[in-house]
């Protein structure tokens, strides 16, 4: 057959491929979540999360100078206190002594210098409840008494000197009032990582037992409908009018089509966040040998990274960082 057009003459070669290739995935895009758990005397795997762990102080320590030396662009932090503290306002989120905020302490002393350290500002892991914020007399959650909460809480992580906080609670107007709490206290160069679009996931299990969460019911009348596609485009005007520095949205895999719509409508750079139960899925299918787990992982990432995402939190990117260098 000559005179049809042939798109695999540029697919015949490693070489042609690469040259050709329109997406990239290096390590400096990906960011790895950690847990550091309270009274841990060394790490303890994740049992729905096999591979990840929550970590005392020191192995966290360790952990985070192999993924800055595997070449990661940042690290994200969420914090697991011990389950006789948390209380129904989640005070150990805001003190200074809480487990989070002594990690963040220690990942800014050990590795503060050679990466990007991202605090995960919400209450859920403490409070006893499990939700993400005040729960009125009602049993509904109090958005602007929560809003509140997350200021005081920003303030305490800005003060470990982490250089991002991730506004992972979807309360209406938390993003504007957590900017205006840290800039009233001279915290100027504190950035934002809001999470834009944030929905009601089921693949959201496994994380739930990562931070030992205690929630009973679920957090559909403040997280996302996965029905709904034109909100994200509210809720990303809203974060970016009250001044996110970079926009998320969670979970990835099942939301591209929310991702690529965000990225072409974003004046800020764009993450996404590949979660518990995208890497539960991957894990325990390669594990009974159902998929070739590299692959699967790359691909993953590549559609994220093709989506639209300009940062991945994937729970991967250590290893990953290592096979990309
Ligand atoms: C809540 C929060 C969640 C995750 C991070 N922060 C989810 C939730 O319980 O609603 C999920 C991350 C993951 O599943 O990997 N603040």
Redesign the pocket.
């Known amino acids: 057959m000559t005179g049809i057009d042939r798109p695999r003459r540029l697919r015949r070669t490693p070489a042609l491929r690469r040259l050709v290739a329109e997406t990239t995935l290096e390590p400096r895009h990906l960011v790895l979540?950690m847990f550091v758990a309270d009274g841990l005397a060394e790490a303890r795997e994740i049992s729905s999360m096999p591979g990840v762990y929550q970590h005392s102080l020191d192995s966290l320590r360790k952990a985070a100078v192999e993924a800055v030396e595997a070449g990661v662009g940042g690290l994200m932090l969420?914090g697991v206190p011990l389950a006789g503290d948390k209380d129904a306002v989640g005070s150990k989120a805001v003190d200074p002594e809480g487990i989070l905020n002594r990690g963040l302490r220690a990942l800014a002393a050990e590795v503060g210098d050679a990466t990007v350290i991202m605090a995960?500002t919400?209450l859920?892991e403490f409070t006893d409840h499990g939700h993400?914020g005040v729960v009125a007399a009602d049993g509904s959650v109090d958005n602007d008494a929560t809003v509140d909460r997350y200021v005081a809480m920003a303030l305490a992580q800005a003060e470990t000197g982490a250089d991002l906080l991730g506004t992972?609670?979807m309360m209406d107007g938390q993003v504007g009032a957590i900017r205006a709490g840290l800039d009233a206290a001279g915290h100027l160069d504190t950035a934002i990582l809001a999470y834009a679009a944030k929905y009601a996931s089921a693949?959201?299990g496994?994380?739930?037992e990562a931070v030992a969460?205690s929630?009973q019911g679920d957090?559909r009348t403040y997280?996302q409908d996965p029905a709904n596609r034109v909100e994200s485009l509210r809720e990303l005007e809203l974060d970016l009018a009250e001044g996110a520095d970079i926009v998320m949205v969670k979970p990835a895999m099942s939301y591209l089509d929310i991702l690529r719509d965000v990225a072409d409508r974003a004046t800020v750079p764009v993450a996404a966040?590949q979660?518990?139960?995208e890497y539960a899925m991957i894990t325990a299918a390669a594990e009974r040998g159902w998929i070739d787990r590299r692959g699967a992982i790359l691909e993953s990432l590549t559609g994220i990274r093709r989506a639209g995402a300009d940062i991945v939190l994937t729970y991967w990117a250590t290893e990953a960082s290592h096979w990309l260098r």
Do not use: K, N, T, V
């Open positions: 979540p969420f995960d919400c859920d993400c992972s609670g693949f959201y496994p994380f739930r969460s929630l957090r997280q966040y979660i518990s139960g």
